[in-house]
């Protein structure tokens, strides 16, 4: 059996890219007031912009809907908005898990010939046959453990406005007609908006280091809809002390876990 011709581009060692991406002012804000942050940004860009270009990465590989499940990003500098960066990546690993296929995709993005994030993207494509793809296990990544007690927190929702906002329209993030084709009852809160509650609370604690050496891996790990409240918060990790490193955990009011994961300072 052959694989899936939506995934046919995603061999292992395929390379996409580079391609060439303006972080304008305009697409900083949306983010910004998207993730409902209040944090002035000092002309430069939202770290989580590496989290956009990564999926857009994804997204020239793989078209069509997909379903974000991992992210890992290493902030190296911070980037002036403005700027044109160089976006790459490699296809660095393909392969289905229950049923379900899976790629793996580490990309780079560089300003001026320097890397300035870089990191791993998992994605799932719903409606997408595994023929052809090898039955594994998959990653390892942060698990949803009891946390200790919180060293931060704050609780958010964010409506229709907003997702379509950081999103933008016409996508399972927006879109009802969309969100249905792939078996969804109605439009999700993208993960990178999700983790964004958790970016919000590093760079408070953090300042400046966490856009010029935080590193951080997220887990998308349960769906989080329009208008539902999300309990973001950092915690003492049982690897590290007080700082580092840092668990990450967002909580919906039932109890749901939507995400797990793990921040630090290189």
């Known amino acids: 059996m052959t694989v899936d011709e939506r995934l046919a581009r995603a061999e292992r060692g395929t390379r996409i890219g580079p391609r060439p991406l303006e972080l304008s002012a305009d697409w900083n804000a949306k983010l910004v007031a998207g993730s409902g942050s209040s944090l002035a940004q000092g002309g430069d860009a939202d770290p989580l912009l590496a989290g956009q270009l990564a999926l857009a990465v994804y ?31 490699v296809v660095a690993d393909r392969y289905a898990k229950r049923g379900r296929p899976y790629v793996e ?34 990653s390892s990544a942060p698990q949803a453990g009891r946390p200790s007690s919180e060293l ?40 990178m908006q999700v983790a964004s509650l958790c970016a919000r609370l590093l760079g408070e604690r953090w300042d400046a280091e966490w856009s010029s050496r935080g590193e951080w891996e997220v887990r ?31 909580v919906k009011a039932d109890g749901t876990i939507c995400l797990v994961g793990r921040a630090s300072l290189t």
Do not use: K
């Open 152 to 191: 931060a927190s704050l609780d958010h929702a964010f409506d229709l406005d907003a997702m379509t906002l950081y999103s933008g329209p016409g996508n399972i993030h927006s879109d009802l007609d969309v969100a249905r084709s792939v078996g969804l009852d109605q439009p999700v809160v993208q993960g």
């Open 105 to 138: 995709i580490d990309f780079a993005v560089s300003n001026d010939g320097n890397t300035t994030w870089d990191g791993t993207i998992l994605c799932t494509n719903p409606n997408t046959s595994c023929d052809g793809l090898d039955e594994r296990a998959g």
């Open 220 to 250: 998308f790990v349960g769906m989080a809809w329009a208008d539902e409240s999300l309990h973001a918060s950092l915690h003492r990790s049982s690897q590290g002390g007080n700082e580092d490193p840092l668990d990450l955990r967002v």
């Open 59 to 89: 997204a020239a590989c793989v078209p069509g809907p997909m379903i974000h499940v991992m992210q890992r990003t290493r902030h190296h500098a911070s980037v002036p908005v403005g700027v044109t960066v160089e976006c790459d990546g």
